[in-house]
């Protein structure tokens, strides 16, 4: 691994023979050892289905090792080199995975992330720093994103491997915030929920309301696009009940089940599907209830 001081230093050693660039940010290549990579790749635990994207691929060493750790996952680089775009491609050819791997000319924010399952990054920090909304932005959830030596700021990584040199690894969230809705029969009776979700990456936190009830969701859990979490509200003429949800995020909806446990009452589960909705009704007037007012006590 090379220091983040030496990294400095180097840089500035060699701008002045550095090509004018479109964007004030970049890396120049500087290779990395054959044993980070194979940390870096297992922690990512490759699976055959994987598309591995390199963003700054350089020499092509990550998406070659990854095709070399498993024969049938596919890999794709990126860099803005075209000479060590050439040798990679020549690289591929020559180890015999080219129809699995290629090496693309192109800048690293133009890339297309709709195929990836891990994004490898070894770069800079403060250009991985603006390469996170790129990726956030288009790469599916569950994809897993996967860096050395420095992090990518105030989003924190799912899993890291100190043995050596950190490597870091993230799990793309689905998008949850704002307002959900759905309705569930308890007891042949139905009843409506109105949500609202506040998100910061991977940390969600939120709030529904059954009626005229509203309580905190408890417990939520956010991975990629699975989505946990439970509610405990009274219903009407039910009382207190447990709601515990488990789901998938797709696009614009939840799908999953959910088990409830109406109070002095057994279990029931049945399918689950929330809607998002451009305002909740978790916000809807609630109305001033009459309380009876305790007694004093004289």
């Known amino acids: 691994m090379v220091t983040r001081v030496v990294l400095v230093t180097m840089l500035a050693a060699v701008l002045t023979d550095v090509p004018t660039r479109s964007q004030e940010r970049f890396s120049f290549f500087q290779a990395s050892s054959p044993e980070s990579v194979e940390r870096l790749l297992k922690l990512a635990r490759l699976r055959d289905d994987d598309v591995v994207v390199d963003l700054g691929s350089g020499n092509g060493l990550i ?3 990854a095709a070399r750790m498993n024969p049938r996952l596919r890999g794709r ?3 803005i080199d075209p000479k060590l775009v050439e040798e990679s491609n020549q690289r591929a050819r020559s180890e015999g995975v080219a129809d699995r791997v290629r090496f ?6 133009d890339v297309d992330l709709r195929d990836a399952t891990v994004v490898t990054m070894w770069l800079f920090p403060e250009l991985m720093r603006l390469l996170r909304p790129v990726i956030l932005e288009r790469a599916a959830p569950g994809t897993r994103v996967l860096t050395s030596t420095w992090n990518l700021g105030a989003w924190q990584p799912d899993e890291v491997d100190m043995d050596g040199a950190a490597i870091y ?6 998008r949850v915030a704002g307002a959900w809705e759905w309705e569930l029969s308890v007891a042949s009776r139905r009843f409506r929920y109105s949500s609202f979700v506040e998100q910061h ?3 969600v936190e939120g709030v529904a309301r059954a009626g005229d009830r509203r309580e905190v969701l408890e417990g939520m859990t956010l991975r990629g696009a699975d989505i946990t979490f439970a ?3 009274t219903l009407d003429q039910l009382g207190l009940t447990r709601h515990e949800f488990s789901g998938k995020v797709e696009g614009d909806q939840i799908v999953g089940t959910v088990k409830v446990t109406p109070a002095g009452q057994s279990p029931l589960t049945m399918p689950w599907r929330a809607r998002r909705s451009e305002r909740s009704d978790y916000f ?6 009459l309380f009876q007012q305790p007694a004093q006590v004289r």
């Open 63 to 65: 998406p070659l090792t």
């Open 77 to 79: 680089g990126v860099d």
């Open 104 to 109: 693309e000319l192109r800048n690293a924010f």
């Open 169 to 174: 690894m993230w799990i793309v969230p689905a």
């Open 201 to 203: 990456f991977q940390m």
């Open 231 to 233: 509610l405990t509200i």
């Open 284 to 289: 809807a007037p609630t109305g001033a209830a």
